[in-house]
């Protein structure tokens, strides 16, 4: 006779950070999770329900899919961060470059 309980379904799950968990779901939507074990591995009773993607964390199908979404992601926040570094110095250049408005002898 089978097994009736069903297997779970390993997820990666990735945070704002550089840190991939990983999680047993129970099952899954394209935008739901139901978690079966914590971010500390504890199991829960019932599976909690979360959303797939948030602005916080996302859930992956493989730790290679986790890594390449957070490491896409931080070259991005680099490329952001280099782009506002150009913008300051090139501030910097007009701002030390300016003189005081010249007053009008009369």
Known sequence: M??????????WRTSWNTTI????IERETAAIVWLLTGYDGRR?????REKKITVF?????????ARAFLLARAKRRLE???KEVKLSQDD???LNDLTPPQENES
């Open 57 to 65: 964390y996302s859930y992956h199908d493989t730790w290679e899919k």
């Open 44 to 48: 829960l009773s019932p599976a909690k």
């Open 21 to 24: 968990r990983r999680v047993e």
């Open 2 to 11: 089978p097994d009736p309980t069903p297997q779970p379904i390993i997820k």
């Open 92 to 94: 910097i250049g007009v």
């Open 80 to 82: 952001q961060a280099n």
